[in-house]
């Protein structure tokens, strides 16, 4: 079955990095766009990024400034978020999703468990 | 990029319907056919229900559906069951950038 399994969380710094991995099983992951999208602790949902099935195209909200940057190796079947800069306010449970269909960017169909950042001093 | 906009709660009694708003600009929701819903039962990872405003992905009930009209889509759900008390998120592309995903900020659905 299709499966996502986020890892890379934990506790750090502000100012440091990190980065999150997010394997992937039981579907052909190269055909598919991948989003992260991450929630704070008692917030709502909040859309991070998305990365096209290839890898060329890569948009990211606004409000990451260049901090927060998807990557993806089809090889691996393993989508990336790399964190730089990490502030307080990127505390959050991140989820790595699925497109819903090969062809859909804007559709979340699947979703992991979610990995934990906390950025404390 | 701004949030659409949700009311932050709703409620009603088993076997009634419960219609919950989300409301864009012409830029986003009202240009294009992007919304979809998403429901988060609590502790739980979110969950797609409706997709390309009024499409059910496999496994959905038809107790939930979608509809929009100009700038507000909407979702309903009838037939009240208590498993559907959870939060519930719309979302569509942003009205900067049609790549980029936005979501509302959450209905906390309640049932009575």
């Known amino acids: 079955q299709v499966q996502l399994v986020e890892s890379g969380g934990g506790v750090v710094q502000p100012g440091t990095s990190l980065r999150l991995s997010c394997a992937a099983s039981g579907f052909t992951f190269s055909n598919f766009a991948m989003h992260w999208v991450r929630q704070a602790p008692g917030k709502g949902l909040e859309w991070v990024a998305v990365i096209s099935y290839d890898g060329v195209n890569k948009y990211h909200t606004d409000s990451v400034n260049g901090r927060l940057t998807i990557s993806r190796d089809n090889s691996k079947n393993t989508l990336y978020l790399e964190m730089n800069s990490l502030r307080g306010d990127d505390t959050a449970v991140y989820y790595c999703a699925r497109g819903l269909f090969p062809s859909s960017w804007h559709y979340l169909g699947t979703w992991g468990q979610g990995t934990l950042v906390a950025v404390s001093s | ?112």
């Open chain 2, 1 to 112: 990029q701004s949030a659409l906009t949700q009311p932050p709660s709703a409620s009603g009694s088993p076997g009634q319907s419960v219609t919950i708003s989300c409301t864009g600009t012409s830029n986003d929701v009202g240009l294009y056919s992007y919304v979809s819903w998403y429901q988060q039962l609590p502790g739980k990872v979110p969950k797609l229900m409706i997709y390309e405003v009024n499409k059910r992905p496999s496994g959905v009930p038809d107790r939930f559906s979608g509809s929009k009209s100009g700038n507000t889509a909407y979702l309903t759900v009838s037939g009240l069951q208590a498993e559907d008390e959870a939060e519930y998120y719309c979302t569509s592309n942003a009205a900067s950038n049609n790549f980029h995903v936005v979501f509302g900020g959450g209905t906390k659905l309640t049932v009575l």
